[in-house]
């Protein structure tokens, strides 16, 4: 084990998978000379070189495009978009092309490729620059979409996306990349499509992913010390979905609360509620809530930032009101 | 062939065809011959798909090479068997010359799984990774990035050389005015890719003439920016089209500089199948009849004395028989199953895949017994 920042095990992931299998190559906007935007990509391209770690112009549906081709000749690419919100230019070639190449030609050819890119609001970077659209692409069918919330996942999780043979999409967080976490040394790699439990308790479950998973954590602990077992399960995979995970969760705490980063309505947690509602109906004592984003274009000013996002004190607060609903008594 | 006013690629721009000098009478006649059943095979592949679109065989959008048939084959002769290809949704007579069976590719009309893309594309999705066509796409100008990309993928394997891999990307008229077209184009020229862009220009958008929807209506041109060389030929001209495919593609393969070749060329029928036309004049549509490149090229075959009539009744039979017999064979072909639904859902098997059709229920276990606290109280 060695304890590394999120940024780090993405980098050090990054550097051994090039290492290991030449196929692989990275493509973005400052990826190179510039080491990315968020430095992930810091020292790669002196190590690699150009044609392995390519800088791109500005054009994201052209290189995210060209990137779905490569992979159909056999390359590994790892396409870094700057964020999360720029995807918004390539969704053709994420969603009628990544997504559709396998299936459409009757399964003649894999598209392996990456699409990693950060979500997260938080940073005072207004409407455009702070959106949370995971949910639109959990959304198609041909894509495996995840979102590691720990460095050791970070590391898991992005060497399984760059080994599957389907398009990946990896959410990262801007917020999650400075947190730090025990990294298994080694190889270490995720199961695409697992949930995990990553605290067991028995009165109430969370449900989170990313950086929600790391605010559930904080609050669980906290409720620790008043007598409240909070149970977090982290999806880690957002398609394909593990709802057993879940509900085998909420089945042991007849409780259940989503905390997501996304908009409300037809977020991240309607599909849990659903599921749910569906696998747990008879062992629920309340309904579910949902703890997400204000349904705004997200704001500059801090004051107004800091209302619209989820936080530990709206999930506290959801929490309580959950477990008073029910007459729970410690 | 020489330049025919009566052909020039747009009525307000005849002097712009960048004609290839070249005399049919150069050409070994077997080659013509063989151009004119390639030929005469698209057309009447095309001729009874329309037909079988007619009879509800097929589904979905339709659209034909009828018109531009000389074009397919002269682009489809220049190309290596080493080469890729990405094409249009207007892809059946590039999927049958570059190899792909006859049946298989009627079968997929069909929607069956003897069909090229086992049911699963359709008429504007046909692949053959064999054949190296790398699909037929069905939203415009989509091909473009990943054809851009496959190039990418060719710089990895091998040094430039006449011997090299290169990628083929057609296009259509007005795809040429869609952002993926530009961003393409730089990025092939930033990177010195091996591919050779083509514009197969029959004039119309669906019903929108290039002149109302190009800003630069010479379309060869618009690679410019990127410091690409184009050219326009005749697309009525096989020969033409074949010699200014090969040159293009050889300047791609040895010195990766990416290229844009133009065909024009006339649409014969609508956009699709399902198209009458109607923005067309009754004079316009009479024009086009008697521009027909087949017949045109058969009679020029005749005048050379490379054919002779019962030799081409001969091929046009043979032709015939062949798409009869592609329809007989996609006809006698098993539909796709049920049970088959998700078999292409992903090429890596993965966990919790949802396999759920309609109906059914998401989750088993949820009302298996009492809660623990709840309905107990």
């Not at chain 1, 495009?65 to 870094?80: D, I, T």
């Not at chain 2, 184009?185 to 091996?194: D, Q």
């Not at chain 2, 009679?299 to 019962?310: F, I, Q, S």
């Amino acid at each position: 084990m060695t304890v590394m920042t999120y940024r780090q095990a993405l980098n050090e992931t990054l550097r051994a998978e090039l290492a290991r299998d030449p196929s692989v190559i990275l493509i973005g906007e400052e990826i190179g000379v510039f080491e990315g935007s968020y430095k992930i990509t810091a020292g790669l391209l002196a190590e690699f070189g150009p044609e392995r770690v390519r800088d791109t112009p500005i054009a994201e549906e052209g290189f995210v495009g060209a990137a779905v081709g490569a992979a159909m000749l056999g390359m590994r690419p790892v396409v870094e978009l700057m964020t999360l919100n720029f995807s918004l230019i390539a969704i053709d070639q994420i969603v009628n092309h990544a997504a559709k190449i396998y299936a459409m030609f009757g399964g003649q050819c894999p598209v392996p490729m990456v699409i990693r890119t950060p979500g997260g609001g938080g940073q005072q970077l207004a409407a455009t620059h702070s959106q949370n659209l995971e949910v639109w692409y959990a959304h198609v069918p041909g894509l495996k979409v995840v979102a590691p919330s720990t460095p050791a996942d970070a590391k898991a999780l992005m060497t399984a996306a760059i080994r599957d043979d389907d398009p990946v999409f990896v959410l990262e967080n801007l917020s999650l990349y400075n947190t730090k976490g025990e990294v298994p040394d080694g190889e270490h790699v995720a199961e695409i499509g697992k949930a995990a439990v990553v605290k067991q308790g028995t009165d109430l479950t969370v449900v989170a992913y990313s950086r929600a998973t790391v605010i559930a954590l904080d609050v669980a602990r906290q409720l620790e010390d008043q007598g409240i077992s909070v149970e977090v399960v982290d999806l880690r995979s957002l398609r394909p979905l593990d709802r057993e995970t879940v509900c085998a969760s909420v089945r042991k705490t007849s409780r259940a609360v989503v905390l997501e980063d996304d908009w409300l309505t037809y977020g991240i947690g309607a599909e849990l509620a659903a599921t749910i509602q569906e696998g747990a109906f008879d062992y629920l004592d309340a309904p579910v809530r949902r703890v997400a984003a204000a349904e705004v274009p997200l704001p500059y000013a801090k004051p107004l930032e800091r209302v619209a996002l989820p936080d530990a004190a709206a999930l506290t607060k959801v929490i309580h009101e959950v477990l008073d609903a029910t007459r729970f008594s410690r | 062939m020489a330049a025919d006013p009566g052909v020039a690629p747009s009525d307000s721009t005849p002097s712009d065809v960048t004609t290839r000098e070249h005399d049919l009478r150069d050409e070994p006649p077997e080659v013509l011959r063989g151009y004119y059943r390639q030929m005469a095979l698209v057309r009447a592949f095309e001729l009874k798909a329309s037909e079988m679109y007619q009879r509800a065989k097929i589904g979905g959008y339709c659209h034909l090479n009828l018109g531009e048939e000389p074009t397919v084959v002269g682009l489809m002769s220049a190309l290596e068997a080493r080469d890729y290809l990405f094409t249009t949704y207007r892809d059946h007579g590039y999927a049958l010359l570059r190899g792909m069976d006859t049946g298989r590719v009627m079968a997929e009309l069909f929607g069956k799984t003897t069909g090229v893309s086992g049911g699963w594309g359709g008429s504007m999705h046909l692949f053959d990774m064999d054949a190296r066509m790398l699909g037929g796409y069905g939203i415009v100008g989509g091909q473009i990035p990943p054809a851009t990309g496959a190039a990418l993928a060719l710089t990895y394997r091998g040094a430039p050389g006449p011997d090299a891999e290169a990628v083929m990307c057609l296009l259509g008229d007005g795809t040429t005015n869609i952002g993926a077209f530009h961003e393409s184009l730089n990025l092939a020229a930033v990177w010195r890719l091996p591919i050779v862009y083509v514009v197969v220009n029959n004039r119309l958008g669906m019903g929108t003439p290039v002149e109302k929807s190009s800003g630069e209506p010479l379309l060869y041109k618009r690679g410019c920016s990127y410091r690409i060389p184009g050219e326009r030929v005749d697309g009525d001209d096989v020969v033409a089209v074949r010699e200014a495919a090969k040159a293009a593609l050889h300047t791609a393969r040895t010195e990766r500089q990416p290229m844009l070749l133009e065909t024009v060329s006339w649409r014969l029928k609508g956009h699709s199948v399902v198209d009458p036309a109607r923005y067309r004049s009754r004079e316009e549509t009479e024009r086009l009849r008697s521009l027909d490149p087949v017949p045109a090229f058969r009679a020029h075959l005749l005048d050379l004395g490379v054919l002779d009539e019962a030799q081409a009744q001969a091929i046009d039979q043979d032709v015939e028989a062949e798409v009869d017999r592609a329809v007989a064979f996609a006809d006698h072909s098993p539909d796709p199953t049920p049970d088959q639904l998700f078999d292409n859902a992903y090429a890596q098997e993965v966990a919790n895949a949802p396999h759920a059709l309609p109906g059914d229920p998401l989750m088993t276990g949820g009302s298996a017994g009492a809660s623990t606290s709840g309905a107990a109280r």
